[in-house]
């Protein structure tokens, strides 16, 4: 029979997925990785197979709860998933955190030439957000909430863009208010504005 693990694989998965975020791939050693997740080499070893693996799953995961971003409010307009989405990761982004970026854009920054792999699993990840942002623009023209020549595709890809530079401007250590300015400006150009429903009880991103 096998043996039960003897600490929170869940809790280690999370913590391991936090250190990535703030460290990097590379960056992230192995004594570092153990000690974070407060676990034996041996049991992360019979767990999660090698710090690769690893990796993998704390990509995955952090996609998950990403993705649930991109959900749609119930009963609101449907651009206001866009809003939901920055409201959640940036202006409702703990403290701590905000400096972080996001662990799937800077795999695909830092991974780009060393872990072509690893890169195309973040860059995946993106894309499907992405995807969710291409059906709320579609949701969006039906409605007739929308007035630009640019489709629904190629609106998503300009938000993703926008997404993504805020967040390696938050790497730089770039304060909340201008990360949100800049987010503001950037949707006022394709005619979005905030919404006046607030979204004060979202919960802190990852």
Not at 1 to 27: E, I, K, Q, S, V
Not at 45 to 53: E, L, P, Q, T
Not at 171 to 177: A, K, M, W
Request: charged share 20%; hydrophobic share 45%.
């Amino acid at each position: 029979m096998a043996r039960p693990l003897a600490f929170n694989r869940d809790h280690a998965l999370r913590r391991a997925t936090r250190l990535f975020w703030a460290r990097g791939y590379h960056a992230t050693a192995m004594p570092a990785l153990l000690d974070h997740m407060g676990i034996a080499r041996s049991s992360f070893y019979a767990s999660f197979g090698d710090k690769r693996h690893l990796f993998i799953e704390c990509l995955d995961l952090f996609g998950r709860q990403t993705a649930r971003y991109a959900e749609a409010p119930a009963v609101a307009p449907a651009t206001d998933v866009i809003w939901s989405f920055f409201e959640a990761t940036v202006r409702a982004a703990p403290d701590a955190r905000l400096p972080y970026g996001c662990l799937l854009v800077n795999t695909t920054l830092e991974l780009a030439d060393s872990e072509p792999t690893l890169r195309a699993r973040a860059s995946a990840q993106l894309e499907g957000i992405e995807k969710r942002f291409a059906k709320a623009f579609e949701a969006a023209y039906a409605a007739g909430l929308l007035n630009t020549p640019l489709d629904a595709d190629s609106l998503a890809r300009y938000v993703m863009t926008v997404n993504q530079g805020l967040r390696v401007r938050s790497r730089q250590g770039e304060t909340r208010e201008t990360l949100w300015d800049i987010l503001t400006t950037s949707l006022g150009l394709i005619g979005l504005t905030p919404p006046t429903q607030q979204y004060g009880d979202t919960p802190h991103a990852h």
